[in-house]
């Protein structure tokens, strides 16, 4: 039986790679084969993850990017277009939190760097991947959004991170739909908490040993527990899956109110 979720052969952008779950995901698609390209604005980061992989066996390169700068996004997708042959799958994992504040607490700058970050730089790095797609007359494209289970139940204190992750879901649902025509997938991994520098705030503060019983599984994630659904939307694994927002939280939306 061939295995669908074999990546060898394919080139993967992450965006936020530099740490957290776009560090550990770059690890994962390479030891299934991929030649993975890792991208962020901390280059010291990228280059020693880099050096990593390629020591474990892996196909990795880094480039500086800030999701937030067109000209920066243009060099980063055309890094891969240029130097790698394509760009197979690109990760939309840049991601960014204001603190633990309301929408009565924001300024107008938290509002535009979560924005910026979240939403308005997945939408142009997807757009500008889909142009090179189609100028390369690559046969096929795939793009993964990195949501959030906020997208649909939030906590006081999320603004605007939840109001990003929101539309970030609908984007990956409104793209599939716009993209199909590309040959263009589009999908959204929905995790939940998982300790990282997103998360932190509220993962290492008192109300976390009380936060965590509303989660059926009683824990919260793992890197290691995203391995799986990355693989499978990566991969041809997922070859009929488009706009579908994958939850990967256990079970904590499904909690009672
Ligand atoms: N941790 C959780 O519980 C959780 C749950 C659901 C979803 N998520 C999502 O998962 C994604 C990754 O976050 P994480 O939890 O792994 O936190 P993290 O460790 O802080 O990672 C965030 C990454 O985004 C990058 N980034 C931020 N601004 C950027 C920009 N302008 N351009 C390029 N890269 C930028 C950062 O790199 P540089 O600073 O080097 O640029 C960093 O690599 C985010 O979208 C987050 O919302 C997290």
């Known amino acids: 039986m061939p295995d669908v979720f074999d990546l060898a052969g394919k ?8 740490s957290g779950f776009g560090h550990h995901f770059a690890g994962v698609l390479a ?4 030649t993975v390209l890792l991208g962020a604005r901390r280059e010291e980061k990228l280059s020693a993850r880099v050096t990593e992989i390629i020591g474990q066996g892996g196909r990795a390169h880094a480039h500086a990017l800030d999701v937030t700068d067109k000209s920066s996004i243009r060099q980063f997708v055309d890094y891969a277009f240029d130097s790698l042959g394509g760009l197979d799958v690109l990760i939309n994992n840049a991601g960014v939190e204001a603190g633990a504040k309301t929408y009565a607490m924001i300024e107008e700058d938290d509002w535009d760097y979560v924005m910026d970050t979240n939403l308005k730089g997945a939408w142009m790095v997807s757009k500008y991947y889909t142009e090179k ?5 690559q046969a096929a494209g795939n793009i993964i959004m990195i949501s959030s289970i906020t997208d649909t139940r939030t906590i006081k204190g999320q603004f605007p991170y939840a109001v990003s992750k929101g539309g970030l879901s609908r984007m990956t649902e409104v793209m599939a739909l716009e993209a199909a025509r590309y040959n263009i997938r589009v999908n959204a991994l929905a995790p ?5 520098d997103v998360s932190r705030i509220l993962l290492e503060s008192e109300a976390a040993p009380e936060f965590v019983k509303g989660i059926p599984m009683r824990r919260f994630g793992e890197f290691e527990d995203l391995d799986g659904p990355i693989l499978l939307l990566a991969s041809d694994a997922s070859r009929y899956m488009t706009g579908s927002v994958l939850t990967v939280d256990g079970g904590h939306i499904c909690s009672s109110l």
């Open 11 to 18: 080139v993967i952008g992450i965006t936020g790679a530099s």
């Open 31 to 34: 030891a299934a084969g991929a």
């Open 133 to 137: 797609v189609q100028e390369n007359k």
């Open 192 to 196: 939940g908490y998982v300790l990282t």
